[in-house]
């Protein structure tokens, strides 16, 4: 069955970091392009950074440098490496293929805080 799950969300103060992780199922990983995509409280699902399966990636240019995705062949994962995060990043973060198919998944919830 075609499917991604995100994890690694949490509370994190200004400045922190987070790593986010999107397993794949082995069809996924293999042959599609995986996205991350998030989406703060009362505003659009946004496109954060996407790779593909040769590893070339790309992240939105307001992200940059902050923000890098990665792949772990040996998992099927997709990781959103997050650092130095403001306020700004709280938002529930999905991936995806690109452009996005599957049914939305439930996400994980990226909280910034102090």
């Known amino acids: 069955q075609e499917r991604l799950v995100e994890s690694g969300g949490d509370l994190v103060q200004p400045g922190g970091s987070l790593r986010l992780s999107c397993a794949a199922s082995?069809?996924?990983?293999?042959?599609?392009?995986i996205s991350w995509y998030r989406q703060a409280p009362g505003r659009e699902r946004e496109w954060v950074a996407l790779?593909?399966?040769?590893?070339?990636?790309n992240v939105a240019s307001a992200l940059r440098p902050r923000f890098r995705i990665s792949r772990d062949e040996a998992k099927n994962t997709v990781h959103l490496q997050m650092n130095n995060l403001p306020v700004e990043d709280t938002a529930a973060y999905y991936c995806?293929?690109?452009?996005?198919?599957?049914?939305w998944g439930q996400g994980t919830q990226v909280t910034v805080s102090s």
């Open positions: 995806n293929t690109e452009p996005p198919f599957l049914p």
């Open positions: 082995d069809d996924i990983f293999r042959h599609k392009t």
């Open positions: 790779i593909g399966t040769s590893g070339l990636t």
